[in-house]
């Protein structure tokens, strides 16, 4: 099984909407960490955002927001008030320490802003 | 920026050779990671280390190895080349590893891009 799964290959959003990407993990460690990375075409990876399993708020950066249903175990990418900056390719990423601390990430969502 | 510091940019090699990808982690973390992102497998983590000793083994091939060193730079090397190791390979560091709390944050370098012809 899929320890992240993100099923929106590409998005698209008006600008200045709001816009949800959707990412569910599979754990049965009680500590885990979750991950939101941001790659623009020129190809850096960039950190958004994180959500630890024991945290009781969802997490918040600036523009992005953290949706974390964790009985769901999901942890859905909120971006609001999008700008054409924000098309890139969202990475979800998930940190487990009962397999030796290993990083997963997810395939990705493409996300285009139109104008 | 993210203070992630990799070199070389580009690497551009044959079959068969051997290469090291160089990475200075942000001020003050200890921990660093290596991934490979290929158009095929997505972004694969391949090793971690904290403070000079190795933490975490991902998918990292038997002809690659890493290492920390005391000032905590690290280099991924990469040996017997075969056209499908052409890839970006990222380092990514973080303050401490895994504990539950954002100090596992990772900042990833720009990324070194491996050709193999």
């Known amino acids: 099984a899929q320890k992240i799964t993100q099923t929106q290959p590409g998005m698209f959003v008006q600008e200045k909407e709001a816009v949800t990407l959707d990412c569910t993990y599979d754990t049965s460690d009680p500590s885990y960490g979750l991950f939101w990375y941001k790659q623009p075409s020129s190809g850096e990876m960039i950190f958004l955002i994180y959500?630890?399993?024991?945290?009781?708020q969802n997490a918040t950066e600036g523009r992005y927001s953290l949706n974390f249903q964790k009985a769901r175990k999901s942890a859905n990418l909120v971006i609001s008030a999008s700008q054409l900056g924000d098309s890139a390719m969202y990475f979800c990423a998930m940190r487990e320490t009962n397999t030796g601390n290993q990083f997963y990430f997810g395939t990705g969502t493409s996300l285009t802003v139109i104008p | 920026d993210s203070g992630v510091t990799q070199t070389p940019k580009h690497l551009i090699t044959a079959t068969g050779q051997r290469v090291t990808l160089r990475c200075s982690p942000r001020?003050?973390?200890?921990?660093v990671y290596w991934y490979q992102q290929s158009l095929d497998q997505g972004l694969q983590f391949l090793i971690q280390y904290y403070n000079g000793e190795e933490r975490a083994k991902g998918n990292i091939l038997e002809r690659f190895s890493a290492q920390q060193f005391p000032d905590l730079h690290s280099e991924l090397n990469l040996s017997s080349l075969e056209l499908g190791d052409s890839a970006l390979y990222f380092c990514?560091?973080?303050?401490?590893?895994?504990?539950?709390?954002?100090?596992?944050?990772?900042?990833f370098g720009p990324g070194t891009r491996l050709t193999v012809l």
């Open positions: 959500q630890g399993s024991y945290d009781q």
């Open positions: 001020s003050g973390d200890l921990s």
């Open positions: 990514a560091s973080s303050v401490a590893p895994a504990s539950g709390r954002n100090t596992d944050t990772q900042y």
